[in-house]
């Protein structure tokens, strides 16, 4: 049983690679899966049984990124015992960290205009599990809290997380600063307004945020 498993994930994996490379190498999306199978060297059996469509394939791998983010943060033996706020920005800083090492492929599947706009279905299943993540922490969080009233709404939370991401993701793809560390300092700034608007003390974050934001639209 277990060898099946690994192959299986290993033709998984070996099926978002070829989509990956392909795309690149020829600068658009398969014309059919057929074509695309036949060019990777899987049957279009083979295909099915992990993905639905091309677009499934997609979406797919938007879910990759984010496993493989999780997988990385929690062999950090130390990760536990992190702040909430600490774990969000763990999160954010591993997960752009492996987007950098695919920005070709993001960069092209996301395209140069109407990013947020025209790409947001393979978005969704991503969406899922980003506002999943952030209402985990949300709830860790309110379990702390004895009082109700003191206790934070995960769903708004978990909004406000998803909208940070695009945000982030908007800006890395624009970031045109060496080691995109222009990216690292909106994280911060970004992660530190979020947590400061639910402990209920925006003002300076939020201005100190403005201030970036601000600074970086007019360079």
């Not at 049957?43 to 997988?71: A, P």
């Not at 608007?197 to 974050?205: A, G, I, K, M």
Request: glycine share 4%; hydrophobic share 40%; aromatic share 14%.
């Amino acid at each position: 049983m277990a060898a099946k498993k690994s192959t299986a994930t290993s033709k998984r994996e070996q099926i978002i690679s070829g989509y990956m490379t392909s795309v690149l190498e020829h600068e658009k999306i398969p014309a059919s899966v057929y074509k695309f199978c036949k060019s990777i060297g899987v049957s279009e059996d083979q295909f099915y049984t992990h993905f639905g469509s091309i677009e499934g394939l997609q979406k797919s791998i938007w879910d990759t990124f984010f496993v493989n983010t999780i997988e990385l943060i929690e062999k950090n033996k130390e990760y536990e015992s992190f702040t909430n706020k600490d774990k969000m920005l763990t999160f954010f800083f591993t997960f752009f960290e492996l987007l950098t090492l695919n920005r070709s492929y993001v960069l092209f599947t996301l395209g140069q205009q109407g990013i947020m706009l025209k790409k947001m279905e393979q978005l969704k299943s991503l969406r899922k599990q980003v506002k999943g993540f952030a209402t985990d922490l949300i709830e860790d969080g309110n379990a702390t809290k004895p009082f109700k009233i003191s206790k934070h709404n995960p769903a708004l939370f978990s909004e406000g997380a998803w909208l940070q991401f695009l945000f982030l993701l908007k800006f890395w793809c624009d970031d045109s600063s060496p080691s995109f560390e222009k990216t690292d300092i909106a994280i911060e700034k970004s992660v530190q307004t979020i947590f400061d608007v639910f402990e209920n003390t925006p003002l300076s974050s939020i201005l100190d945020f403005g201030k970036f934001l601000y600074k970086e639209n007019m360079t």
